[in-house]
């Protein structure tokens, strides 16, 4: 693990890899992204992105109102965020050929009338957008996985003045998946990757900054962070599909991070059985309770199948939103989205 002068303190050793080796293959090598919500009820809305027409179609949770947005092109990865709104969803792809950035803002409801464009990596580099300045905006973030280094163009509320400011920082290694988010609650999305069931995180809301590594899951799942529990942190989840009885969720609940050694070390695990083989996981917050409903989408039907949250994961929901061949939207997702 390269730690760019960071100090390295791996926290596995009270925790045991689950269930044995995975037989199965996931490819982790595209970008991340997080859901959209356009509707200012905190509820994530079902969202594809049409590769073949570089469409965007929209299915709002409480007013059913379907909508479409021509943006992007064929080969461009769907990078969805909060680049001008801290409220609601806004649209980008970002564009592998040239490493460009193409951004729709919020400027109404249903409405994104206002663009800019960006030129922000390089063919081959993983796009990886994320808060991690804590202004509630996403930064342009790449992943650049042959020398393991983030390349970051900051955000900023002033619109003349939006990623003005770059970085870099050196984290994971080659072969790693980019997996950002907020894992210890400070409002700021952590440098993490994921490499063979293991998480290896640069935790920003520690004196001084540590880069920590914890065991949880197999080579082969698919990491799905998530805030499922009642506090403010991302929970460590893999999707296993490869599992004998279909495919399930296993969830280390942080519950109540109030500093490293609790929250990574004393945690509570439940396992849920949820998709069919084929589904992919899109885990977002689709009742609004602030907190991640498991959810997975059937591209053989162009279904969304969702578990809720507000009844303990007890009461499912199904939508017909999509069509083969699309990409789903889901929050953070760490499986393939070409």
Known sequence: MRKNGITGAILGSRVTKLFGAAVVAVSLSASVARALEIEGDSKDEYTVFRPSEGSWYIATTTSAVSSKFQWGLPGDTPVPGNYRSTTFGELGVFRPTDGTWYLRFYTSP???????????????????????????????????????????????????????????????????????????????????????????????GQTPTIGAGVLW??????????????????????????????????????????????????????????????????????????????????????SWYVRTSSSNYATAVSQQFGLPGDVPIGTRRGGSQS
Do not use: H, M
């Open 110 to 204: 249903f409405t994104y009338s206002t663009a800019a464009s960006y030129q922000w990596g390089l063919p081959g580099d993983v796009a990886v957008n994320c808060d991690f300045s804590g202004d509630s905006l996403s930064d342009l973030t790449v992943y650049r996985g042959s020398n393991s280094t983030w390349y970051q163009r900051v955000s900023n509320t002033i619109p003349s003045q939006s990623y003005s400011t770059a970085s870099s920082t050196v984290w994971g290694e080659s072969g790693d998946s980019p997996i950002p988010a907020d894992y210890d609650g400070d409002g700021k999305c952590d440098y993490a990757v994921f490499r063979s069931g293991a998480w290896f995180i640069i935790l920003s």
């Open 217 to 302: 899951g197999a080579a082969s799942d698919i990491p799905v962070p998530g805030k499922y529990d009642t506090d403010n942190v991302q929970d460590f989840a893999v999707y296993r599909e490869n599992n004998a009885a279909g495919p399930i969720w296993v969830i280390r609940k942080s519950s109540s991070l109030s500093n490293l050694g609790n929250g990574f070390l004393n945690f509570d695990t439940v396992v849920y059985q949820w998709g069919l083989a084929g589904d992919i996981p899109v885990p977002a917050d689709y009742d609004g309770d602030g907190k991640t409903d498991i959810a997975v989408f059937r591209p053989s039907s162009g």
